[in-house]
């Protein structure tokens, strides 16, 4: 299953010093992992939130990457805000878990800077300048 994830910085760079293979542990204020099933979607979420919120670096990347089909079968599917905003709803205590069936690579396939960011974005990787390169 191919999933998208909007992210901000700090997270950004957590999944990079994991050689862009696991998700790090959510804080403790947040009982889910949700990954959302659209492009769309998640450039929405990066665009109009994370580049706009300080904590996200006041830019917003998303992400794509892949899960096992049979495990990922197992997550609920929730439908928020709108029939397109479909996120697969992976409590926070099964992350680990969950981390060793994604395949292959985390990739960053789309950055939004804000009117705050205070970096450049590269046009090839999406990554902030200077920033570990990210798998093909």
């Not at 926070?92 to 800077?113: C, M, Q, T, W, Y």
């Not at 804000?114 to 090839?124: A, L, Q």
Request: aromatic share 12%.
């Amino acid at each position: 299953m191919l999933l998208f994830r909007p992210t901000g910085l700090t997270e950004l760079r957590l999944v990079a010093d994991s050689g862009w293979r696991v998700w790090p542990p959510r804080l403790p204020d947040q009982p889910i992992f949700y990954p959302v099933l659209t492009r769309d979607y998640a450039c929405k979420i990066a665009r109009d939130w994370n580049s706009v919120d300080q904590f996200s670096g006041f830019v917003g990347f998303v992400t794509e990457f892949e899960i096992d089909n049979d495990y990922a079968g197992q997550f609920e599917i929730r439908t928020v805000a709108g029939r397109s905003h479909q996120e697969l709803w992976v409590p926070s205590d099964e992350l680990d878990e969950f981390n060793k069936h994604i395949v292959g690579h985390i990739r960053v396939v789309e950055a939004f800077p804000g009117p705050n960011f205070e970096d450049r974005i590269d046009p090839h990787t999406h990554l902030p300048e200077g920033m570990l390169p990210a798998p093909i």
